[in-house]
Structure formats: C-alpha cells, structure tokens
C-alpha cells in the first residue's frame, strides 16, 4: 500500500516505512506465531472494534463550512475496516452508518454510550479504537491527539498510536499521548485495551481541508492500522 498526498503537513517517510514495513513484517509475525505459539494463538484472537464518535441526531463538533463531525468519523472508520479486513484481522464497528442506537425523539447520549460499551465489552478479547474530532473556541489549536482508558495495555497502545499520527501527519506538534478523563464514559467503562484518536480539530482551517478529503482520511486510517498492528506484534520500545 502506497500513498501519495500533498498537504500543508506533507506525510512523510514514517508513513511510507509503516506502510510498506511494519504492516507486512507485522502479518508475518501474526502468521507464524499461530503455528507455534500459544499466546500467540490467543493474541491472533483479537477483534479490533471500531468506535466513529457521534452518529445520527448527534453530529458532534461542526466546521464551520457545517460539515459534521460524526460524518467524518464515520468515513475514517469505514476506511479503517476496509484496511483492516485487507490485512486479515477481526473487527467489528459500533456503527457501520449514519445512526445511534438511540435515535429519535427519545436520544439518549447516555443510553447510546451505554450500548456502544456493551458491544465493545461482548466482543472476543476487544481491543478498542473509538475516533472523534477535536474542537476548541478559537481557530489556532490543530493537530491530532491520542487519549488512553486506566491501563498498561491502553497507555502502550495510545502512544504508540499518537507517536505515528504526529511522525507521519504533524511532525511539529508537540502534544503527547494522555490519560481520558473520567468524563469519558465508554474509556471508563471498557475491560480492554482502549483509545481515542482525535484526528484533528473541526475548528481549525487548515485540519478541516485535510479532514474532509478521501485520501487524508485514508492515510489516518493506515496509520491506526499500522499503529494497531504494531502493537499486537509488540514491535515497539518504551
């Protein structure tokens, strides 16, 4: 997989070596550690669940041109399954359109939040991706952030994530990985590995641009996949 796409923050090498290095190299390793090893078996088990923030009468943060964020959390999500079944590995979404699953008059954020989690919690060995878009009241705050749920797992797979969002997206900003606060209720309430990616701010101009077109949406998507490999492979320092 090759992508190619001129932006203000040009992907760069640590793309392509993800792309073309790690993702095949990661495939291989998964392959052989199902012939000859248990925990390796178990760890082929995982179902990444693919979380798109927001959905139907909830739209989430809005850009200024009226673009929703739910809509673009769903097109990376959709992306990111596409890849991710490309690649061989289990997934499921919390959402495959425009809809919540509480939708309607009687919209819940709270009861939808709720079930999202028990899909989340019922799938088999789960390792979580939930996607979401920043917003902030004035225009200069840009970039992509990474944000993990209370544990080892989360914290390990969260900055392995950010660190290839701002290597390959946004080499200047300096935003780390964090901990999600308690307010985040599906992070709060999940028993696995858990983040939440936001890809960048629907307030800010030039992230806007990028976040609407298909191929920046693609390359956001390759890179949680490659990250989420990564991680599964244990091919990482910390």
């Known amino acids: ?20 290095t790690v993702i095949p190299v990661v495939v ?65 979404m919390t959402r495959q359109d425009d809809s919540t699953k509480s939708d309607g008059e009687t919209y819940s954020e709270h009861r939808d939040l709720v079930c999202r989690t028990e899909i989340i919690n019922s799938a088999r060995n789960p390792v979580l991706v ?22 080892q797992d989360s914290e390990i797979l969260g900055k392995i994530m950010h660190q290839n969002m701002i290597n390959s997206l946004d080499p200047g900003n300096r935003r780390v990985a964090e901990p999600a606060s308690k307010g985040l209720y599906i992070l709060s309430h999940v028993s696995c590995p858990a983040v939440l990616v936001e890809c960048g701010f629907m307030s800010n101009f030039s992230d806007m641009e990028h976040l609407k077109e298909p191929a920046y949406q693609t390359a956001v ?3 949680l996949m490659g990250s989420y490999l990564q991680y599964r492979a244990g091919t990482f320092s910390t």
């Open 28 to 92: 291989l390793l998964s392959l052989h550690g199902r012939m000859t090893n248990t925990a390796a078996q178990a760890d082929a088990a995982m179902t990444l669940v693919i979380d798109p923030g927001h959905g139907g009468i909830d739209g989430g943060a809005q850009g200024a041109d009226g673009s929703k964020e739910s809509d673009i959390n769903l097109a990376i999500a959709l992306k990111l399954r596409a890849i991710a079944e490309f690649y061989g590995q289990d997934n499921i």
């Open 130 to 151: 939930s996607i979401h878009q920043n917003c902030y009241p004035t225009g200069q705050p840009s970039g992509p952030q990474v944000m993990y749920a209370a544990n």
């Open 1 to 20: 997989m090759f992508i190619t796409y001129k932006l203000k923050r040009p992907l760069r090498g640590p793309l392509i070596i993800l792309l073309l």
């Open 221 to 223: 998507a390759a890179i």
